[in-house]
């Protein structure tokens, strides 16, 4: 079972170097809120700690959509973008704040290896937020909003999948491997008032299921980056 440790703190950035880096801060848009809501599952001193460290992480600007409604939030690009890193950390940072329900899909995933699963336990990690955080062996449980993420393979899976229907938001990576079929599937038991569908890709031919779906023709209420 993967264990996640607890390093230092992440070293805190001031406005300026963050401006200059072009990356953008992931602000708790209402710290006091954000203590009085969870002070009955952690200490005052706690909770302050936890969101120093939140207010710390940063991601490119170019990820800024991750913090903002949309039913779709399409990135791809070739390798090195930075596109599953600083998905991961949004999504981590979302779970601390509120109690929300994640599935993390691919088209083949014959065992939790083949997950980003190991991705967010090094991102957990790298941003000491190991006590906030349970690893399982088949998930991931945040202990202090009771947030969940769950891991799946949408291929030769329909039943599986179709029992997500409450899932907030799905973060499909590698996308440029689920066929049209597993979207037919995917999309319409992804329809939680509210929910979302990330998508992340290093695109492949211009023929494949997802660039036709959410690149050559972009659905309403998309962002695509």
């Not at 939030?73 to 704040?97: C, D, E, N, P, T």
Request: proline share 4%.
């Amino acid at each position: 079972m993967l264990k996640p440790k607890t390093p230092p703190a992440p070293r805190i950035e001031d406005k300026e170097s963050l401006v200059n880096s072009g990356r953008q801060k992931t602000l708790i848009e209402s710290p006091g809120a954000f203590i009085n809501v969870h002070k009955a599952k952690a200490s005052f001193e706690a909770l302050a700690r936890l969101q120093l460290q939140m207010n710390s992480i940063v991601v490119a600007a170019s990820f800024k959509p991750l913090f903002r409604p949309a039913r779709y939030k399409v990135f791809y690009g070739g390798r090195g973008g930075g596109k599953s890193w600083a998905i991961a950390r949004a999504l981590l940072v979302i779970s601390l704040q509120k109690q929300v329900r994640i599935l993390c899909a691919r088209e083949f995933q014959t065992s939790i290896e083949d997950s980003v699963m190991s991705l967010l336990v090094d991102q957990i990690n790298q941003l000491g937020l190991g006590r906030w955080f349970k690893v399982q062996k088949k998930g991931i449980v945040c202990t202090l909003t009771g947030s969940a993420f769950k891991f799946a393979g949408l291929r030769h899976n329909v039943t599986e999948i179709k029992s997500f229907e409450g899932v907030d938001i799905c973060w499909v990576e590698e996308a440029q491997r689920v066929s049209e079929e597993s979207w037919m599937v995917l999309i319409p038991t992804i329809r939680k008032a509210g929910s979302g569908i990330w998508v992340s890709f290093n695109p492949g031919e211009s023929s494949d299921a997802t660039s036709q779906r959410f690149v050559l023709t972009q659905p309403d209420g998309s962002v695509v980056v």
